[in-house]
Nanobody, 123 residues
Framework: QARLEESGGGLVQEGGSLTLSCTAS????????MGWFRQVSGKEREGVAC????????YYTDSVKGRFTVSRGSAQNTIYLQMNGLKPEDTAVYYC????????????????WGRGTQVTVDS
């Protein structure tokens, strides 16, 4: 059964950095487009950054461009999210998910999600 597991969340001061990691397992062999999404309580989940299976195409929501970097690990179906210059408005639960469609201006989540990791940025 497919499983995605995130790690790396925590509490950081404004302007600080965190790196999130996600590993997917239990999948049919092959690469998958994957991404990071975040949700604040009471608000809709939003796409933050996504990357295609080859690492050639990435998507970023406007609010994180220039601060966040999504990348693929050497292990298949592992991705990272390097977050620099964190702001209080980045505070959210961050989820890793398989992506059903990705473009330079869009990223749509698929069926499989991790449980999420909390990122809290103090001002």
């Amino acid at each position: 059964q497919a499983r995605l597991e995130e790690s790396g969340g925590g509490l950081v001061q404004e302007g600080g950095s965190l790196t999130l990691s996600c590993t997917a397992s239990g999948l049919t062999p092959g690469g998958y487009d994957m991404g990071w999404f975040r949700q604040v309580s009471g608000k809709e989940r939003e796409g933050v950054a996504c990357i295609d299976r080859r690492g050639d195409l990435t998507y970023y929501t406007d609010s994180v461009k220039g601060r966040f970097t999504v990348s693929r690990g050497s292990a298949q179906n592992t991705i990272y999210l390097q977050m620099n210059g964190l702001k209080p408005e980045d505070t959210a639960v961050y989820y890793c998910a398989l992506v059903s469609a990705i473009g330079s201006r869009t990223c749509h989540p698929g069926t499989y999600w991790g449980r999420g990791t909390q990122v809290t940025v103090d001002s």
